[in-house]
């Protein structure tokens, strides 16, 4: 069985962390008032904020997909992508209900590709929908 490989983004901290057994951030100091395992949805990163308030964090698996810089290849990563008339940005989904990963360009109406489509070795990490989205935001036209 492949060991399954996520990260997470911290929203409060703006960082992006890998969790781990005994891990904690930066300003926690009780093992009890983060958490990461399983719940009845699946794997869940979440950290108490007080008075019975648990903060969710998102959860980002592996694509097994490397980039031409050699940049491991998550869930919402943006991807610098070549094009006949220079570059253009897709950002990195995984899809439940078919228990796989697509490339979305939302310029073209959240338009879906296989990753197939592509050549790996041509495509870079550029960002992520949490630190960067201002990468995929669509010009208007004039």
């Known amino acids: 069985m492949r060991k399954l490989k996520v ?7 703006k960082e992006m962390f890998i ?3 005994g891990y904690l951030p930066k300003g926690v100091t009780r093992k009890r008032d983060f958490f990461i395992g399983f719940n009845n949805t699946g794997l869940e990163v979440s950290e108490y904020e007080g008075k019975g308030y648990w ?6 698996l592996f694509t097994r997909l490397i980039d031409k810089a050699g940049i491991q290849v998550f869930a919402a990563d943006i991807l610098q992508v070549p094009h006949d008339d220079g ?3 897709l950002k990195v989904a995984y899809d439940e ?4 990963f697509w490339f979305i360009d939302e310029a073209d109406g959240d ?6 489509e592509f050549d790996i070795e041509e495509i ?3 960002g992520n929908i ?9 010009e208007e036209a004039i």
């Open 111 to 116: 338009h879906c590709y296989s990753p197939d």
């Open 7 to 13: 990260r997470d983004w911290d929203e409060k901290r």
């Open 124 to 126: 870079l990490v550029v």
């Open 130 to 138: 949490y630190a960067n989205p201002e990468l995929l935001q669509v």
């Open 55 to 60: 903060r969710v964090m998102p959860i980002m």
């Open 19 to 21: 969790p781990y057994a």
């Open 87 to 89: 570059w253009f940005y």
């Open 97 to 100: 209900e078919y228990a796989r």
